[in-house]
């Protein structure tokens, strides 16, 4: 009987509690930070759950300039982010971005003079122009980080997170084995400069309302062209520099999250997750080395790549097995040290198929299930220059060539959106020790109590006893 009748009442008083809890319990002013871990969970400063999902950005290439701002404005951009129900972007930037800086009198470079370097001085100025364009608060005095400054600002009125990543340290397309800022001591990667880099961005950031985590390194691989610094490509030697990087970003800004990234080109993080030796050592991963946060402000990041010379397995089962074993084990009770876990890259070509890729309908399922954040490789449909050609195509990108409109509506319409509102859907106990491949019938009515029940907190007491007993009619 009340399961019958519920439909018919429910709704009336959900809305009477609803309207009660909203005029007397006004929402926390966004972006409610700084954000927190809480085990498997990002939290805001009201304890409620925060997931990541968006988009890459790219900065790092030879301009230092965020990509894309010859065709669109700033704000048609992170509007156009914001149309498709993202509530972030990863915005990478070069460690060279910083020794600039520093090299140049602490005084960064304008724009116009960076276009020039890039691209020559006709190609400069063309690209200059339709900046300006584009954005008439810029002027010839405007530097790169004053673009930066400007995006946070953009994404903070449309309520966009921002992440920024540090990507590589000689500004460039990412990533080689051979391009030498494959390790710390490579080539271009300087250690000092590199964390020079992340407190310098994380002291910067702490203008932006809306810079609520930092990465310490995109794509850790093994640096083939420098024997010397290729003994040191060990795990030891990764925790020796993570803490190193950690401490940097902290130091300078103890609000923002801070996101671990692992070997094997981001694609494992398998012996933090399991407690296991950082060999060649005999030492584990422990949060107390991280002094004062290690227990409240570090994220994993993991990368899936499996289809970036081809169209990638289609066996869901295989794909999720092998992003549990890299890493999202991290969200289980099972793992010896829990943490959430953000899938920072993935991607595909967008072309008239891509909705119906198998490898990418897997992560699409699979990573929003287990409530993991993601943000997908890459935004814009085109790059001031990359490897020497100017105003290349990206064929990767959600948006055209022109950053007008999105490439493939299909996936958008079919996956993407999809995928979004799914992960947008929290289930505060997704199966937590369930590896992949199994399943329990009773999560979806789990999810729903808990989730009716975390709503109605704040209640005054009449109010939230009556709904605490309509919820244990209607699921009990």
Known sequence: MAHFGYRYWLPSLLAVVGTFASSNAPRAAWPNGPFVTSGRWIQDATGSTVTYVGVNWPGSLETMIPEGLQYQSIESIVSRIKGLGMNAIRLTYATEMIDQYYD????????????????????????????????????????????????????AKQEIYVHLDNHISKAGWCCSPLDGNAWWGDEFFNVDNWTRGLSFMATRGKGWSNLMSMSLRNELRIPLSNVAVAKDYTWEDWYSHIKQGSDAIHDA???LLIFLSGLSSDQDLSPVVN????????????????SGYGDKKLVLELHAYDNILGPGPSNCTAVQEKLFNAGFKALTDDAANQFPVVLTEFGLVQNGTAAQNPY???????????NAGWMLWQLGGSYYIREGTQDQDESWGLLTHDWSDVR???????SLTPAVKKTFTINNDPDPNDSPGTSNDESKGTSMKTMLTLGLFGLPLPLYTVALATSAILFY
Do not use: H, M, W
């Open 104 to 155: 140049n009198g602490e005084t960064d470079v304008a724009i116009q003079k960076a276009l020039t370097d890039a691209l020559g001085q006709d190609g400069g100025k063309s690209v200059y122009d339709k900046i300006i364009d584009n954005n008439p608060s810029f002027n010839t005095s405007t530097t790169r980080l004053q673009v930066y400054d400007a995006i946070a600002a953009e994404c």
């Open 275 to 290: 407690g296991t030796a950082l060999t060649p050592g005999s030492a584990t991963f422990n949060r107390d080395d991280f």
């Open 253 to 255: 800004n103890a609000d």
């Open 360 to 370: 990418i309908s897997c992560l699409l399922d699979y990573v929003p299930s287990r």
């Open 408 to 414: 493939s509506s299909d996936f958008v319409d079919n």
